[in-house]
C-alpha cells in the first residue's frame, strides 16, 4: 500500500502527517518485538556515567557486566539511578 492509498482512505491531504504517522507506527511495531537483536559492548572507564548508544537502537533489552572473579557475564536486574528519558520528537 502506497502513502497516497492511505491518505485516500484516511481521506486526507496532509503529505507530511500521514508519513510521520506511518513513521510512528512503524517505531512502535519495532519497540514491542525483539526481531533485529543486535548486541552492542564497550568498556567500562572509571569515572564516567553515561555512555553513548547507537543511534538505531529502539530498545534495550538488557545489560550485563563481565565478573572479572570467574569470566562471566552477570546481568543487572536494575539500574542504581532512574533512567533520563528524552522524548524525541523530530518527524524522521
Known amino acids: 500500500m502506497t502513502v497516497q492509498e ?4 484516511a ?5 507530511n502527517l500521514v508519513i510521520a504517522l506511518i513513521k510512528d507506527a512503524v517505531h512502535l ?11 552492542f559492548t564497550t568498556d567500562l572507564i ?3 556515567r553515561d555512555y553513548p548508544m ?9 545489560i550485563s557486566v ?6 562471566k557475564y552477570k546481568k543487572i536486574r536494575r539500574l542504581a ?8 520528537n523530530s518527524p524522521n
Request: proline share 4%; charged share 40%.
Open 6 to 9: 492511505i491518505m485516500e482512505r
Open 46 to 48: 572509571d569515572g564516567i
Open 66 to 71: 563481565k565478573d572479572t572473579n570467574d569470566d
Open 11 to 15: 481521506k486526507t491531504k496532509e503529505t
Open 29 to 39: 511495531i519495532r519497540s514491542q518485538y525483539n526481531e533485529d537483536t543486535k548486541e
Open 54 to 62: 547507537p543511534m538505531d537502537m529502539v530498545k534495550l533489552v538488557s
Open 81 to 88: 539511578f532512574s533512567p533520563t528519558v528524552v522524548k524525541d
